[in-house]
């Protein structure tokens, strides 16, 4: 499985953006998938996962992000609205996850990143 994400950029914060990754190689469908991300300096963090029917997020962007799925396009996205400063990292998405979601190492399959940068 191959995993491209894009829709990173610049925005100011109060702002929203709308990332994708698409898949190659097997169908979405067939996996849960996520969003992680990483800030310059820190390590990565859980963002949002979406399982075949449920979706859980980090608390910090609960309310604001929304994961979700196009298994026709083979594609999940990740709504980002009312974006902060504190938002700004690089975003990976993951696919093929094993046991908790939350957890990083329990995906197998990993986009390339987008960066996101929030200005105040």
């Known amino acids: 499985v191959q995993l491209q994400a894009f829709g990173g950029g610049l925005v100011q914060a109060g702002g929203s953006l709308r990332l994708s990754c698409a898949a190659s190689?097997?169908?979405?469908?067939?996996?849960?998938a996520g969003w992680f991300r990483q800030a310059p300096g820190k390590e990565r963090e859980f963002v949002a996962a979406r399982g075949w029917s449920d979706s859980s997020y980090a608390d910090s962007v609960k309310g604001r992000f929304t994961i979700s799925r196009d298994n026709a396009k083979n594609t999940i996205y990740l709504q980002m609205n009312n974006l902060k400063p504190e938002d700004t990292a690089v975003y990976y998405c993951a696919a093929g996850v094993t046991g908790a979601r939350t957890e990083s190492r329990n995906y197998l399959y990993w986009g390339q990143g987008t960066e996101v940068t929030v200005s105040s």
């Open positions: 190689g097997r169908t979405f469908s067939t996996y849960g």
